[in-house]
């Protein structure tokens, strides 16, 4: 197996003095992972997120990036090789800004973010027609449209498009899909999980939803109470069922 793209070594995060929300995580990340990420609430599944996207600090270990400790890199500095899609569809969007403005904004990621002349040429709308027709939600034919007036799936399917515009080394997918009603939420997996794929993109995706965490992704992490409790890819991971998930969940 190569190099991890991103490690996870002995990493600590605490509440407080003493209470420790993950203990000694240990886990290695490597390109083309898709790993579902389960647990119950508390487990430490956004604790997680927010230590390794640079939201939370560590009290110790390190988080190495292609073998570099990155454990003190700003939020900000991180933004530039990781990405990161909310439950809620209202963040990782400027309301105000079109659809096509908010993707020409997106693809500035790790330079000057500027949108002088606005930069959309009948060539860009095309392009954009073309990037948001495959998310199968008629996002294509907002292009003009204010992002603070689409659905809710519009906007969500919006925001992932806009965390990978600038390939991520890694995409962080926070829930990304548990606003939404039944179906659009099925609809937008579907998409996120065709886009992963085809873009060979490395990502994390927190879910509650079992049978999500089973279908989606070459490789599945639990947590329970701050600690990894099952960690199983490919062939592993296939052969489990949800009963047998169930049983990770009881502390």
Sequence with gaps: MTKPVFSLKDVIVTVGDSIQILKSINFDIYDGDFITVLGTNGAGKSTLFNTIAG??????????????????????????????????????????????ENLLLAEKRGSKRTLRSRGLTQKKLTEYAALTKVMGNNLDRRLNTATGDL?????????????????????????????????????????????????????????????????YGNRLIILNAGNIVLDVRDDEKKALDETQILKYFVS
């Design 55 to 100: 939201n939370l600090s560590v009290a110790s270990g390190e988080i190495l990036h292609n073998g570099n400790n990155i454990a003190h890199e700003t939020a900000v500095k991180r933004t530039n090789y990781i990405a990161r899609v909310f439950q809620d569809p209202k963040m990782g969007t400027a309301p105000r800004m079109t659809v096509a």
């Design 151 to 215: 659905s809710g799936g519009q906007r969500q399917a919006l925001s992932f498009l806009m965390a990978t515009r600038v390939k991520p080394e890694l995409l962080l997918l926070d829930e990304h899909t548990a606003a939404l009603d039944p179906r659009t939420s099925e609809q937008l997996m579907l998409a996120t999980n065709e886009q992963v794929t085809a873009n060979n993109l490395t990502a994390l995706m927190i879910t509650h939803n079992l049978a999500d965490a089973l279908k």
